[in-house]
C-alpha cells in the first residue's frame, strides 16, 4: 500500500510539470490555432538555459527562473515575428501544413543545436538541497519536485489570472473565440498572437527549469515532452489554464497508476491510451467548457 | 463623410463586387438593401478593413479606408455590427461591452458610456455577470450593438441586425437605431426586411449583382416600382 502511495505521490508531482508543459502548448494552440510541434524543444532549452546560468554563473535553479521567463517571453516573441506571423492568417490548410512544417524544422535545428552547445549528455542540476525529502507517514516527497509542483501550479494560476483581468489577457481571450470580431471592436490580432506565443514560450521555459532541477534534461527530450503535452491539451480541451493544470495531474497519477499496476513500460502508454479515449469519448476534453 | 466610389471587390476570381458608389452624411441614416449575394456583406467587410478591395476608392472623414488595418478603422470612429453578431459567447455581457471600448481612444470616458449602454438597453444592466451565450436573440444583438456603441462611433455600420428577430422585437431595435441616429451616430444599414429599413432610413440604395441598381429617399423608394416588384411583392401596398 504505501508502495502505492509513494508512486502516485511521485506521479502527482511530476503531472505538475506536465501541466506547466501543456499550459503553453494549449495556450498558442487556442490562440494562434497552431501546434508548435517544437514546444518541447522550448522545455529543453528553458532546461539548458537554467543549467548553464547555475554552471557558469552559479544561479540557484529557482532563482534562475527570474531569467529564464524573460528570456524565454524575448526569444518566443523573435520565434513569433521570425517563423510564426508569416502563417497565422493564411487560408487554415496552409497554415496546418507550414505550421508543422515550420514546428518540425524548428525542432530539428533546436535538437542539433542542443547537442552541439551541451553534447548529447543527460544534465541536471544538483544543489546543496537536492537530495532534502520530507516525510508523511511513511512516504517521501522530494522537496525539490514539490516545490516545483507548486510553482507550476502558481505560474499556470498567474497566466490564468492574466487572461481573466487584464485587458490584453481579455483582447487574447477575445483574439482566440473570434479573431475577426477582435478585429472589428479594435484588437490588434497580431499584437495578441505575439503575446500568447510569447507567454507560451516563457510557461515552456519556466517548465525547462523545474525539469532540469528535479529530474533530468538531454538534447533528445523535446518530443517526448510536445507529447506528454499533447496528450494533456487533449485531455483538458483548450481554454481553460486550471483545467490544464488539473489534467497534467491526471496523466501523472494515470502513468503512476500505470506503472505500478502493470510495470514500468506500461508508464509510457497510457497517456497514449488516454489521448486515443478521450479523442474518441469526449474530443472537446474533459475541462472545456 | 463615408465616400465609396467605383469600388471593386473579390473573393479568388469570384468578382462581387463591380462598381460600387455611395456615401453616407453627417447624422444620416441610409439602408442598404438589395438580394442575398448582391454583395452587402462584402461591402461592409471592405469598409470594415477585413477585405481588401480590388479598385475604386473609400474614404472616410478624407481618411483613405481601402488600405487601412482593420482595428484601427474603430479607432476612427467607424463601428461595425457583423452579421450574426460574432459575440463572444464565453463571455459575460460586460466583458463584451468592455472590449466594445478596446481601441484606445474609446478608453477615455469609457465608464459614462457604459452608463449609457445600459440606459438605452437596460436589460443588458440585469444581465450583465451572465454569458453572453445564454442570452436570447434579440439580447444578443442588444449586446452586438452596445458592444458597437462602446466605440464610441461617428459611423455605425449594421449588417442585418433583424436577422432572426420576431418582428415587434425588430420594431423596438429599429426604435432604438433612430434614438442612437438623433444622438448624433451616423448609420449604415444593411437589411433584408425593406420595409422596416426604408421607413428608418432618410435614405437607401439598392444593391443588386455587384452594382447599385437604385437609390433616393427612403418614401421615394419604397414607392418606386421596380423596387415595389422585386422587394415587397406584387401584392405590395
Known amino acids: 500500500m504505501t508502495a502505492f502511495v509513494q508512486q502516485m505521490v511521485l506521479g502527482l508531482l511530476i503531472g505538475g510539470l506536465y501541466g506547466l508543459a501543456a499550459a503553453g502548448l ?64 493564411a487560408s487554415e490548410e496552409t497554415r496546418v501544413k507550414n505550421s508543422l512544417l515550420i514546428g518540425f524544422g524548428l525542432a530539428l535545428a533546436l535538437d542539433a543545436l ?110 517526448e515532452w510536445t507529447l506528454k503535452a499533447l496528450v494533456v491539451v487533449v485531455l483538458a480541451g483548450l481554454g481553460s489554464m486550471p483545467g490544464t493544470f488539473v489534467g497534467g495531474l491526471v496523466l501523472g497519477l494515470a502513468e503512476a497508476a500505470a506503472a505500478w499496476g502493470f510495470g514500468g513500460p506500461y508508464r509510457e502508454m497510457v497517456g497514449l491510451v488516454l489521448f486515443f479515449v478521450v479523442l474518441v469519448a469526449r474530443p472537446q476534453g474533459l475541462f472545456a467548457r | 463623410m463615408l465616400e465609396v466610389e467605383g469600388l471593386e471587390a473579390s473573393y479568388g476570381s469570384f468578382r462581387v463586387l463591380s462598381g460600387v458608389t455611395l456615401e453616407v452624411r453627417p447624422g444620416e441614416i441610409v439602408a442598404l438593401l438589395g438580394p442575398n449575394g448582391a454583395g452587402k456583406t462584402t461591402l461592409i467587410r471592405c469598409i470594415a478593413g477585413l477585405l481588401r478591395p480590388r479598385a475604386g476608392a473609400m474614404r472616410w472623414e478624407g481618411w483613405p479606408l481601402g488600405q487601412a488595418e482593420a482595428h484601427t478603422v474603430v479607432e476612427r470612429g467607424v463601428a461595425v455590427v457583423p452579421e450574426g453578431r460574432r459575440l463572444f459567447g464565453s463571455m459575460s455581457v460586460e466583458e463584451n461591452l468592455a472590449l466594445g471600448a478596446f481601441a484606445p481612444r474609446a478608453r477615455r470616458g469609457e465608464a459614462s458610456r457604459l452608463e449609457g449602454v445600459y440606459a438605452i438597453f437596460p436589460v443588458l444592466r440585469e444581465r450583465r455577470r451572465q454569458l453572453v451565450r445564454a442570452l436570447s436573440g434579440g439580447q444578443q444583438q442588444m449586446v452586438a450593438i452596445g458592444r458597437a456603441l462602446m466605440a464610441d462611433p ?45 421607413a428608418l432610413a432618410h435614405r437607401g440604395y439598392i444593391l443588386e449583382a455587384g452594382r447599385v441598381a437604385a437609390e433616393g429617399q427612403g418614401s421615394v423608394l419604397l414607392n418606386d416600382a421596380h423596387v415595389r416588384r422585386a422587394y415587397l411583392g406584387p401584392l405590395a401596398r
Not at chain 1, 490555432?33 to 554563473?57: D, P, S, T
Not at chain 1, 487584464?166 to 477575445?174: N, Q, V
Open chain 2, 154 to 198: 461617428r459611423l455605425l455600420v449594421l449588417d442585418e441586425p433583424s436577422l432572426g428577430l420576431a418582428p415587434r422585437l425588430v420594431e423596438s431595435i429599429f426604435g432604438l437605431l433612430r434614438e442612437i441616429n438623433r444622438g448624433g451616430v451616423s448609420i449604415l444599414l444593411v437589411e433584408q426586411n425593406v420595409h422596416a429599413a426604408l
Open chain 1, 114 to 223: 542542443a547537442v552541439r552547445l551541451w553534447t548529447a549528455d543527460e544534465r541536471s542540476i544538483t544543489t546543496s538541497y537536492a537530495g532534502a525529502v520530507v516525510s508523511v507517514g511513511g512516504i517521501a516527497i522530494p522537496l525539490v519536485r514539490l516545490a516545483s509542483l507548486v510553482l507550476a501550479g502558481a505560474l499556470i494560476g498567474g497566466v490564468h489570472l492574466l487572461l481573466l483581468r487584464t485587458r490584453w489577457g481579455r483582447a487574447i481571450r477575445a483574439t482566440a473565440e473570434d479573431w475577426e470580431a477582435a478585429l472589428l471592436t479594435g484588437i490588434d490580432v497580431r499584437r495578441a498572437y505575439l503575446l500568447a506565443f510569447a507567454i507560451g514560450t516563457a510557461l515552456a521555459g519556466a517548465a525547462g527549469t523545474l525539469v532540469s532541477v528535479g529530474y533530468s534534461v538531454s538534447p533528445s527530450i523535446g518530443l
Open chain 1, 26 to 89: 494549449s495556450l498558442v494552440f487556442g490562440v494562434l490555432k497552431v501546434l508548435n510541434v517544437a514546444h518541447g524543444q522550448l522545455i529543453m532549452l528553458g532546461g539548458y538555459g537554467a543549467f548553464w546560468l547555475g554552471a557558469l554563473a552559479g544561479f540557484d535553479p529557482f532563482a534562475a527562473l527570474t531569467l529564464v521567463i524573460p528570456g524565454a517571453l524575448a526569444f518566443g516573441a523573435v520565434l513569433y515575428w521570425t517563423l510564426f506571423a508569416w502563417v497565422v492568417r
